[in-house]
């Protein structure tokens, strides 16, 4: 068993056998380090390919597997997620549509944080691009254009091309979470 661990989204299924690297963390929230075992659980490793060229992107078939954003050093990626787990919850409240973790590990990897009020999670934005081109599909007499209109919607929603997408340093970025649960807890309590 490897002794390095990684970043994953926790398990909701209280383990049996905890891990003896990990523990059990299957009652903690969000983001949390874990071992590759524990984050594979049985599954298969996947590489996202950051700084892609135009003929990469477009030839990969399945969205969400490459951007045409280049990944900072290792040295500011590790900073930018070490700091959010030791913040615990430092990148907000998961949300599948719009914070979730492939959000996490592409601002980690990048720095470029999504604006949620006028844009989507990344990964909502594949499935998006991926309906259009099935449901253009029967509508259109050439093939080709519906992958075309697949490609267009990858192409207006990857985090290097998109103007929905900040450049925001991790500090900044635990700051204005922060303001937001505060401001939020101020209004709940004002509703009462």
Request: aromatic content about 10%; charged content about 15%; proline content about 5%.
């Amino acid at each position: 068993m490897s002794s390095r661990l990684i970043v994953g989204s926790t398990s909701s299924f209280p383990s049996k056998n905890p891990c003896p690297i990990c523990g059990d963390q299957s009652k903690l929230d969000g983001v949390i380090s874990s071992c590759i075992d524990c984050f594979l659980s049985g599954g298969e490793l996947y590489l996202y390919k950051y700084g892609v060229t135009l003929a990469f992107f477009l030839a990969k078939l399945r969205g969400g597997t490459c951007t045409f954003a280049p990944s900072d050093p290792p040295e500011e990626v590790i900073h930018r997620a070490s700091y959010l787990l030791q913040i615990g919850n430092g990148f907000g409240v998961y949300d599948v549509f719009k914070n979730n973790c492939k959000d996490f590990a592409i601002y980690c990897k990048t720095g470029l944080l999504l604006d949620t009020t006028q844009g989507r999670s990344l990964q909502v934005a594949s499935y998006v691009a991926a309906a259009c081109l099935i449901l253009s599909s029967p509508l259109s007499c050439v093939p080709a254009a519906g992958y075309g209109l697949y490609c267009v919607g990858r192409l207006a929603f990857d985090t290097g091309i998109s103007p929905y997408f900040k450049k925001v340093p991790v500090e900044t970025l635990v700051s204005l979470y922060a303001q937001h649960e505060s401001q939020a807890v101020t209004e709940i309590a004002g509703t009462d």
